[in-house]
């Protein structure tokens, strides 16, 4: 059974433009949802591209997106981009800090933004001013490879460098009056990722700071690798109750980080999003092609976004339990199936069938079970 999650203050991401009202809101921390994170590949000055980049995001399934402010020409790309997004706006600002004001002046919901690398106090003042006053949040993000120097040299690149590292910020915006703080402190491996936000979990506890996590494993990989680092690096920590946002950092199509991030979730009951699929490994025994045939509910599950359980089972050994204990399943038999709705046997049919009838008994549990999700039926539900 998964830990109860870590008491942290629940923090508002909500996009200050006069234009943006529809946008969502979105909490992180508290007792609110664990939320799933990405961030854009598009050049920020070009807004067009950038929010067609946001709403496929959105699409998938990611709840809030990340985007990056470094220079002039994407601080001008903001404005149209918070204006528009369905989803609350996070800008990304390293060291300059008339990008953190631009940003803060466009409306963004939330600036990652480490304040010691500011070049002057003078400088941060008037960064966390501007944000005090838009109630703008703001995330610490440190990274394994971005250390401040003085810490690499004492400490080396270890668990407690990035804690002390963050810590080290968090002060600075404590010190100015800025508490709507979320913290991150990220390794490009599994173990070390695990170290720190336990360790960063720690110490926030035990010095009554109950600042939320942003979690993540940076530069994961190529979607394979990147996959399986995220999976046990977020995993564990969720499963220990630790964390309250992630994004899963792939080097892909930013859409693909978002089925993942998902994925971790629905695997450990903590959110639930799409379709879940049970499917037997092929083997001797299946009398189906079931590989194909679990890749092909694989492809209609990309319809829909109704947390429908599904089995494809392949024999008549495991297949008829696992079939009634989802909502929908097959088990297969000699060139046929039998079909399971709710634990109880809708009929057998031949191979080339079961799709369809597979289909329609899914869109029946959405109707009997999922109402909030009946606008994704493209007809009228068939009766049972």
């Known amino acids: 059974m998964i830990r109860l999650r870590r008491k942290t203050k629940p923090i508002l991401l909500e996009n200050k433009s006069s234009w943006s009202k529809?946008?969502?809101?979105?909490w992180i921390g508290g007792d609110h949802p664990v939320v799933v994170q990405s961030m854009t590949t598009t050049d920020t000055a070009d807004a067009e591209k950038t929010?067609?980049?946001?709403?496929?995001?959105?699409?998938?399934?990611?709840?809030?997106?990340?985007?990056t402010c470094q220079d002039p020409k994407d601080a001008a790309g903001l404005p149209a981009i918070v204006a528009r997004s369905p989803v609350p706006?996070?800008?990304?600002?390293?060291?300059?800090h008339r990008m953190?004001?631009?940003?803060?002046?466009?409306?963004?919901?939330?600036?990652?933004?480490?304040?010691?690398?500011?070049?002057?106090?003078?400088?941060?003042?008037?960064?966390?001013?501007?944000?005090?006053?838009?109630?703008?949040?703001?995330?610490?993000?440190?990274n394994m490879g971005s250390l401040a120097r003085d810490l690499e040299e004492s400490m080396g690149h270890t668990p407690e460098a990035l804690v002390a590292s963050?810590?080290?910020?968090?002060?600075?915006l404590e010190d100015l009056g800025h508490t709507d703080?979320?913290?991150?402190?990220?390794?490009?491996?599994?173990?070390?990722?695990?170290?720190?936000?336990r360790l960063l979990a720690k110490k926030l506890d035990d010095a009554g700071r109950?600042?939320?996590?942003?979690?993540?494993?940076?530069?994961?990989?190529?979607?394979?690798?990147?996959?399986?680092?995220?999976?046990?690096?977020?995993?564990?920590?969720?499963?220990?109750?630790?964390?309250?946002?992630?994004?899963?950092?792939?080097?892909?199509?930013?859409?693909?980080?978002?089925?993942?991030?998902?994925?971790?979730?629905?695997?450990l009951g903590i959110r639930e999003k799409g379709f879940e699929i049970t499917a037997c490994p092929s083997c001797g025994r299946a009398e189906i092609e079931v590989v194909n045939l679990a890749r092909m509910v694989e492809a209609i599950a990309k319809e829909y976004s109704a947390p429908v359980k599904v089995a494809v089972m392949g024999c008549v050994v495991n297949g008829p339990g696992e079939s009634k204990m989802a909502d929908v399943g097959i088990a297969g038999g000699k060139g046929?199936?039998?079909?399971?709705?709710?634990?109880?046997?809708?009929?057998?049919?031949?191979?080339?069938?079961?799709?369809?009838?597979?289909?329609?008994?899914?869109e029946k549990v959405i109707a009997d079970q999922y109402p909030d999700y009946l606008h994704e039926i493209n007809r009228e539900p068939a009766t049972a």
């Open 22 to 26: 529809d946008a969502k809101k979105v």
């Open 51 to 67: 929010l067609e980049q946001v709403y496929a995001l959105a699409m998938a399934g990611c709840e809030v997106v990340r985007v």
């Open 89 to 96: 706006i996070v800008a990304d600002v390293h060291f300059d």
């Open 100 to 142: 953190a004001l631009a940003a803060l002046d466009a409306g963004v919901a939330k600036l990652r933004l480490n304040p010691g690398n500011i070049t002057s106090r003078e400088k941060t003042v008037e960064v966390v001013k501007r944000a005090l006053e838009t109630k703008t949040p703001i995330r610490i993000g440190v």
């Open 166 to 172: 963050a810590l080290r910020h968090v002060d600075i």
């Open 181 to 197: 703080i979320i913290i991150s402190v990220k390794a490009h491996d599994a173990v070390n990722t695990i170290y720190a936000y």
């Open 210 to 267: 109950p600042y939320p996590l942003h979690l993540g494993v940076t530069e994961a990989g190529l979607p394979f690798d990147g996959t399986i680092r995220s999976s046990i690096g977020l995993g564990v920590l969720l499963f220990e109750g630790i964390g309250d946002t992630l994004r899963v950092s792939l080097a892909a199509d930013p859409v693909e980080e978002v089925p993942v991030a998902w994925g971790i979730l629905k695997a």
């Open 336 to 362: 046929k199936g039998a079909i399971y709705r709710k634990g109880a046997l809708v009929g057998t049919y031949p191979e080339n069938e079961l799709l369809g009838q597979l289909r329609l008994e899914i």
